[in-house]
């Protein structure tokens, strides 16, 4: 039975949320947070989510890191947890359209008031502002005003409360969003059955983009190619797009400074260097003589149209800025995982309803977007002693690979080096950080061993079920071949392994039935053979089943996966049939007159004529 667990449903606008499946976590970046969560602890569970952003939303489930287990396919504990999300929309009938330089008169009680403003391309500056308010009679304002959407964290929005005199009610974004809607709602703040009557004017300051080349850059100033506008100015002929194509060098005592935004660029350069937009904190970068490189890497970067802007700066003295020539060369590149997750982690991608995504799967306790967060991380001590636990403990197979070949099952033997020899190089290779030897590649190290676990519980059941030797080795060989197709369609598939050796259990128990029935013995005949040998090899075979199929996690792998293979060693050694040694291999019961002998084989139940 699946057990109930707290199931976490994220919600993010503008991108996939990051849902932390891999080990990692949310850096300090409103880039990559989700904007909404809700903790899913019955089978319902719903959240409102009030005015929401215009754009894409994204719904993502995560299960919390302890009810994670390693993936064994087709058994009850390994449980998938579904959830179907149903959205019910409420929409606003009325919304006014705010233009530019237009008042719009608006007058509110107990109901808010919905506006919205499009920002054109190359908007500077949006300044909103409330005249003529009064409430009652009075000059008070009490107005609540919201720019932007009250569903996104603080700095996707602007709060502008209006309590004096109307004539200083006013808000300026600087860098809005450009071509977009930006959202408005006003909210009463006089009491339910008071009025509150006001215009609202926006005004947009368009700025063409004045940066064409350097001898333009040298000739103009930013200033003289900006003024107020209602819309869009177009640029001039000679303006050319900046793109990420401009190669440079740095002059001596010369500063640049840059700044990378989504949405709209960042235009403030003469009065800060913050790179902070109207809603959006961008990334800043600088370069100068004695740091001619700057790196900048987002992680999970939102879905919209990203900016990069420069600026020349002379801190010395501004009026070398006028000889300076800076030449920049950009690169920008998509990578799935950064520095490939490095030695603690690997890269990999899933792809879920026609999203990709990429992220580091750490190991030995790291965390973070490339597995360099070493706060849980284990030691290089750690590190080893769980490399020694998985190799060393597939010595065990020594006891089954010395007593087969005692009994002169050199088949078997040979089945279990190899099970042995890939299963200790598979682990050596698998081991993340300084604790690793990879012999081969990890994919065929990894294949050879679950094939040799798969066919090594095979050639044991059919060892015990003692068939004639023909009947045996045809077995032996058609079950390693579909354990061959099996373990390539689906490596992770339990049943892909336990199919067979099922059906080799129920060839022995017939066989074991049908000598009992054929002899009027229990078979085997001997009750120390089923004390001393065959339980306490049953029970250790069905707890390796137990810890394989629902004990192994992430946390515990080290340990259960090392006792996985002594217990699956040391059922065939308790397994394997013995060897009479009162009766030797050919024994010959009967002489005849003509020199001829009867002999019988007593291992397989055969007669033969010498």
Not at 129 to 155: D, R
Request: aromatic share 12%; hydrophobic share 40%.
């Amino acid at each position: 039975m699946c057990s109930n667990v707290e199931i976490t449903v994220y919600f993010r606008y503008g991108a996939p949320p990051v849902i932390n499946p891999l080990g990692t976590s949310f850096p300090a970046n409103t880039s990559v947070q989700p904007s909404f969560f809700v903790k899913m602890l019955q089978s319902n569970a719903s959240i409102n989510i009030s005015h929401p952003a215009p754009g894409d939303w994204f719904v993502a489930a995560h299960l919390p890191p302890s009810s994670q287990k390693i993936e064994v396919k087709g058994f009850v504990p390994t449980c998938a947890y579904i959830f179907q999300p149903d959205m019910l929309v409420m929409r606003v009938v009325e919304v006014s359209i705010l233009e530019p330089n237009v008042p719009l008169p608006q007058t509110l009680l107990s109901h808010p008031s919905y506006l919205k403003i499009f920002v054109p391309e190359y908007t500077q500056e949006l300044r909103l502002e409330l005249q003529g308010c009064a409430s009652n009679g009075s000059l008070g304002c009490p107005v609540h005003l919201t720019v932007g959407s009250a569903t996104l964290p603080s700095n996707f929005q602007k709060v502008l409360t209006c309590t004096g005199p109307a004539w200083v009610c006013h808000l300026l974004l600087p860098s809005p969003p450009w071509d977009r809607w930006l959202q408005v709602t006003a909210k009463s703040l006089a009491g339910p059955h008071v009025s509150v009557a006001f215009s609202a004017v926006v005004t947009l300051t368009a700025c063409r983009p004045w940066i064409v080349n350097f001898k333009q850059l040298l000739q103009s100033s930013p200033n003289q190619s900006c003024n107020a506008s209602t819309g869009l100015l177009s640029p001039s002929p000679g303006y050319q797009d900046l793109g990420r194509n401009i190669r440079s060098m740095i002059s001596n005592n010369t500063l640049v400074m840059v700044c990378v935004n989504a949405a709209s660029p960042f235009l403030l350069f003469n009065t800060s260097l913050n790179c902070t937009t109207a809603f959006f904190q961008g990334y800043s970068l600088s370069l100068s003589t004695s740091s001619r490189k700057a790196k900048l890497i987002i992680p999970y970067p939102e879905t919209d149209n990203w900016y990069l802007s420069l600026q020349l700066v002379c801190p010395q003295s501004p009026e070398e800025c006028e000889k300076a020539k800076v030449l920049i060369e950009t690169t920008l590149y998509l990578v799935p995982c950064l520095d490939d997750c490095g030695p603690y982690g690997q890269c990999i991608l899933l792809r879920r309803h026609g999203y990709l995504y990429a992220g580091c799967s750490c190991k030995a306790g790291w965390r973070g977007w490339s597995c360099t967060d070493n706060s849980t991380a284990q030691s290089t001590a750690q590190q080893r002693m769980a490399t020694l636990l998985l190799t060393l403990s597939n010595l065990m197979f020594l006891a089954p690979i010395t007593l087969s070949v005692y009994r002169c099952l050199l088949v078997e033997a040979s089945i279990y080096a190899y099970t042995m020899f890939f299963s200790t190089f598979y682990h050596a290779c698998d081991q993340p950080g300084e604790a690793v030897l990879c012999i081969l590649n990890y994919d065929t190290l990894q294949y050879c061993d679950f094939l040799g676990s798969g066919v090594s519980i095979w050639v044991t059941i059919l060892c015990m079920a003692r068939l004639k030797a023909a009947l045996k080795y045809v077995l032996l060989l058609l079950g390693t071949l579909v354990f061959a197709m099996s373990l390539q369609l689906d490596r992770r598939g339990a049943w892909n392994m336990m199919g067979p050796c099922l059906f080799a259990f129920v060839i022995m128990v017939t066989m074991w039935v049908y000598r009992c029935g054929h002899r009027r013995h229990c078979y085997p005949t001997s009750w120390q053979r089923w004390v001393f040998y065959l339980l306490p090899g049953i029970s250790m075979a069905a707890l390796a089943i137990t810890i394989y199929t629902s004990m192994m996690t992430s946390d515990n792998y080290y340990y259960t996966h090392s006792i996985w293979h002594m217990l699956l060693a040391g059922s065939a050694a308790f397994l394997l049939p013995p060897r009479d040694k009162h009766v030797e291999p050919w024994a010959c019961s009967q002489k005849f007159t003509c020199h001829y002998q009867i002999c019988k084989n007593h291992r397989e139940e055969l007669y033969t004529v010498t």
